[in-house]
């Protein structure tokens, strides 16, 4: 292991009294004296500010928005080519196998393609993009940025404050935007159910930014403890867990994600890795299926939980990849992957917990319904 | 009251003890979500896994102290986990055992040790 890296904002962090853990190889901030609870109820309840500078952030450039477009769309199954100028849409890079190797958000701004990744991915999603693209587009690290994301149904009262022209944007509308006398690419986006905004700023302008957001008394410091529980009650996949090299996008319940053009029969169909694959699966069904999983009783069912279909006997049937409690279910909440024949919403199945099997129900997933500006 | 290594406090109720964990080890778990807590009448031995308590963060096993038999068990606590982060030394208790052994609870620290020993 390597020295931790530290974000723009490690100061703040530290000031603030949060608990600072390893997380993908950087400093970062699990929670702060609020506790996950609070700091999870406080974000669905107002805003929360989460420190997310860890996450890779990419500029792809070449001759045209089309021609780095066209060149994304060997990597990813997603419509890159029919994003519409300062849209954002979610992606992800598929392998040979048609498992996935990332998941990753990218924005058309204009001129050039704006890619956030995973932060334990970063470099191989860096040298993928870089074997793939470069010299036709050149694949540009932003280093000098932070990254922060601003959460909740109060998030565009706070950020408005600060810059009224935010209130305009509408879900994965992105825009360059000055925020506090910083020039901020924002996007009104999120990994938490909520509202809210995901903003680039520049590393050296971080610090005054998120003390003048957390100056406003909707706004509260929310570390990674509470930004996991938020994802996992909106039914959001955390890559290595509930999506990895081995999960097909049809498994994992991301078919939404492939646009029609790129499906077979799509006017750009295919061509990207695992494309048979991911048409079988699409073809023919697939043996296992991600699904939202309440268990029925109090205790909670982390990941690695086996599953069974029936409360003795029997192999397992599929295992939580998720889990933990859900403090606005006020329950425990897990996802996990089930066989196709168990995974309709209803159905009983049943956690290994300590030895004991108990009742946990397939359940309509996200599991807290979001809370987007359509 | 006396405190284990593990971060369990005991506390002599007439012929009892009675046991929780302390203001410390709530503090490191975070929000406390689920307890699973021993049946009362259930003959248990030092170090034994008897109860589990759950966090936002992770699962820990809260072990017997000492040898005896658990007669009494919190079972409001069942409903109100919470309490455990409230109240860890006073309503949070777990669980009342009837010692086997008394002179077994002279091996363990008094408050001023166990300050000493979280440092």
């Known amino acids: 292991m390597g020295e931790l890296l530290r974000t723009p904002l490690f100061d703040l962090h530290v000031e603030l009294g949060a608990k600072m853990v390893p997380f993908a190889g950087y400093e970062m901030s699990v929670q702060y004296p609020l506790g996950v609870m609070k700091e999870h109820l406080h974000t669905r309840a107002s805003a929360g500010l989460f420190d997310v500078s860890h996450m890779g952030q990419v500029i792809l450039r070449g001759e045209s928005y089309e021609a780095v477009a066209t060149a994304f769309e060997t990597l990813v199954p997603m419509d890159v080519l029919g994003l519409g100028a300062e849209r954002q849409r979610y992606g992800l890079f598929t392998n040979d196998a048609g498992g996935i190797d990332d998941d990753l958000m990218f924005a058309n701004r204009g001129d050039h393609l704006f890619v956030v990744v995973n932060a334990a991915c970063k470099d191989a999603d860096i040298a993928r993009m870089k074997t793939a693209l470069e010299p036709d587009v050149s694949v540009e690290v932003i280093e000098d940025r932070a990254l922060v994301a601003l959460q909740g149904p109060a998030a565009e009262t706070a950020l408005a404050r600060l810059n009224p022209v935010v209130a305009e944007m509408s879900f994965m509308d992105v825009a360059t935007v000055t925020l506090n006398g910083a020039e901020c690419w924002v996007s009104r986006s999120g990994y938490t159910g909520e509202d809210g905004y995901e903003i680039s700023v520049p590393a050296a302008e971080a610090d005054a930014l998120c003390r003048a957001l957390l100056g406003m008394d909707e706004v509260e410091a929310i570390g990674l403890g509470a930004r996991d529980s938020l994802r996992l009650e909106g039914g959001l996949c955390l890559y290595g867990n509930d999506i990895d090299a081995t999960t097909s996008p049809i498994e994992a319940g991301l078919i939404w994600a492939i646009q029609k053009v790129r499906r077979a029969g799509g006017d750009r169909a295919g061509g990207f890795p695992g494309a048979s694959r991911v048409f079988g699966d699409l073809a023919e069904g697939v043996a296992r299926k991600r699904v939202g999983l309440a268990p029925q009783g109090r205790a909670p069912m982390r990941a690695g939980t086996q599953l069974f279909a029936a409360a003795e006997g029997g192999d397992p049937i599929g295992e939580v990849t998720s889990g933990g409690f859900g403090p606005t279910l006020e329950g425990p909440v897990a996802m996990g992957y089930v066989g196709s024949a168990q995974a309709a919403v209803g159905t009983e199945v049943f956690g290994e917990v300590r030895g004991k099997r108990l009742p946990v129900m397939v359940a309509k997933m996200p599991l807290v319904p979001a809370n987007f500006k359509r | ?119």
């Open chain 2, 1 to 119: 009251m006396k405190f284990t290594e593990e971060h369990e406090w005991l506390r002599v109720e007439d012929d009892l003890v009675v046991v929780g964990i302390t203001a410390h080890a709530s503090e490191q778990l975070g929000d406390v979500v689920f307890i699973e807590l021993p049946e009362a009448g259930t003959e248990v031995t030092k170090d034994e896994e008897v109860c589990v308590i759950e966090s936002v963060k992770a699962a820990s096993d809260i072990l017997a102290p000492i040898d005896g038999e658990i007669v009494e068990v919190n079972e409001p606590l069942v409903e109100d986990p919470g309490k455990v982060n409230e109240d860890p030394t006073g309503d949070a208790w777990f669980f009342k055992i009837k010692a086997a052994d008394p002179s077994q609870m002279d091996d363990y620290m008094d408050e001023a040790a166990y300050n000493k020993f979280i440092g």
